[in-house]
């Protein structure tokens, strides 16, 4: 408590003497054109009236030649005009010049002194109030509370070090309206800080809206992707199955093609089949890796890859140990997705995936030799975009690009420290 109270003092105490401290960027720039003219224009016209006034009221009470009383009261008026670029320092300048009138008011003596109000003139009362406000209304409330105070143990320093003096005393009235004057601000500052709260909620609904129209309007193209892509997988599954039966004398090998395309289709339909169940499920699944793939499923991967007809060469390295489940995924979905471009763009080329496990990364690398033969142009997909999107999760930027020997790889390094709140699923 006690530690907290003196950073608290300390805080007021450096804002408090913040001489070259700024008002609060962009609060005017934000006003219409005419506002910002009409502000000028009264504060003009406030520091007008307190040199006039001041003028006036000094040369009544005070003995001093004309240039002295035009320099007082320019000095009490001059914080009004600073107020719109250092507040802080306007304040402390308000104060200060009001201190001449407090000192040559509180040492002079005779019947005319009687009835002079003291220790604030009127030029020091409406130069205090004024910066006293706007410096209110930005800083936070323990040093508006000081300067108060300041204010206040001014008036009651004048009245000891200066007893018994017939002056009208409007110490009292000034520290009145100065604290009327802050409940005021306090206030305003509420309400003020109400409304931005009322309107980041506002956007955020309104950002959180648009969210939910993007989650449905997904989720409904994948249900419509589900229904069209499951329907010509099931056919080539069937298909798959019953050509064994509808040709005589089917040579091994290509049974044990068609027997290895039905497994990929059904394996396909599973996966689809669970994402969809998470997009349509409003829950949070603790098991929504199970049913994905891991590392530990690579050897399947690239047996499929090798029936395919693809040349397949393979290094893992390091010491195997089990990763996280959402940098498991990744990994695969990105070698998954790394092999399949090399089957679709380069068909027939050599292919080489390597792995290595290390104490903080997991290097992938798939790199394909040139095709022996120009592929078929092929519309343009989504691969490469979808795999630096699962590599960006974990703060990783995957590589992809052709090598100078003319080789294409595709290379990134995954952290195996999962930080990411977001995880990734799917094929």
Known sequence: MAHTSARLLAATGRQLFALTARPEPGADSRRPTLMRGLRFIGVALVTL?????????????????????????????APIVLIRYRPIAAWWLGLIAAMPYLILIGSSTGPAMDSVFWPWSVGGIVAILATGMMVAYQVPYPVALAQWLIVSAVSVAAELIFPDRPQLNNGLVLS??????????ATARWLRDVRRELRRQVGLTEQERVQRTALEERARIARELHDVVAHHMSVIAVQAEAAPYRVTALDPIAAESFTSIRQNALAALTEMRHILGMLRSEQDIPDRYAPQPTLADLDQLFDNCRSAGLSLRTDIHGD?????????????????????????HAPGSDVEVEVGYGPAVLNLRVSNSPAPAIPAPRAGGHGLTGMRERAAVLGATLRAG????????VSVALPVTVTAALPVTGG
């Open 320 to 344: 195997v140990w089990s990763l996280p489940a959402q940098v498991e995924l990744i990994a695969y979905r990105v070698l998954q997705e790394a092999l399949s471009n090399a089957i679709r």
């Open 176 to 185: 009145g309206f100065y604290a009327a004057g802050l409940a005021v601000i």
């Open 402 to 409: 052709p090598r100078d020997d003319g080789w294409y790889e």
């Open 49 to 77: 009236y307190t040199v006039v006034v001041g003028i006036g009221v000094l040369a009544d009470t005070l003995p001093q030649s004309s240039p002295v009383i035009t320099v007082l009261a320019v000095a009490q008026a």
